[in-house]
């Protein structure tokens, strides 16, 4: 029987991959609210320095 190394490594990577993932899922969930959260926050002062500008 022959089988397909290639297949096997790249299937050991996808597994190595998703394990890396799942250890990892709650600093990436908050690494990401974070950034939302200051991207948020510049938004919001840009926004509020435009009107502030528009209005003088």
């Known amino acids: 029987m022959k089988t397909n190394r290639h297949s096997d490594t790249q299937n050991g990577r996808v597994r190595r991959a998703l394990h890396w993932i799942a250890r990892r899922r709650d600093l990436m969930m908050i ?9 948020i926050g510049a938004g919001g002062v840009g926004l ?9």
């Open 48 to 56: 509020l320095f435009w009107w502030w500008e528009q209005s003088l």
């Open 31 to 39: 690494s990401a609210l974070r950034g939302t959260c200051y991207g």
